[in-house]
Nanobody
Framework: QVQLVESGGGLVQPGGSLRLSCVAS????????MSWYRQAPGKARELVGT????????NYADSVKGRFTISRDNAKFTVYLQMNSLKPEDTAVYYC???????WGQGTQVTVSS
């Protein structure tokens, strides 16, 4: 059974940083591309970025490029989202996504506010 469990969300001031984690189970994690999405209140879910199986290639939405970094540790079955220089418009529920099986995590809330 594929399972994704996110953690690391919270309340942070503008300009601050957070690191989200997503622990995967139920599949051979090291073989697959993983993604992060987010959904702000009243908006559609949007892609934040992706990382290939070995971590060699990452892609980001223009809105987060240069501020967010996706990485992974295949030995720990974990994908990370490092978020720096956070803005109020980054406030959203952030989701981990396993593309191949179309499986979502439960999401973790990130709120950027002073």
């Amino acid at each position: 059974q594929v399972q994704l469990v996110e953690s690391g969300g919270g309340l942070v001031q503008p300009g601050g940083s957070l690191r989200l984690s997503c622990v995967a189970s139920g599949f051979t994690f090291s073989m697959y591309t993983m993604s992060w999405y987010r959904q702000a209140p009243g908006k559609a879910r949007e892609l934040v970025g992706t990382i290939t199986s070995t971590g060699g290639v990452t892609n980001y939405a223009d809105s987060v490029k240069g501020r967010f970094t996706i990485s992974r540790d295949n030995a720990k079955f974990t994908v990370y989202l490092q978020m720096n220089s956070l803005k109020p418009e980054d406030t959203a529920v952030y989701y981990c996504y396993f593309n191949t099986r179309r499986t979502w995590g439960q999401g973790t809330q990130v709120t950027v506010s002073s």
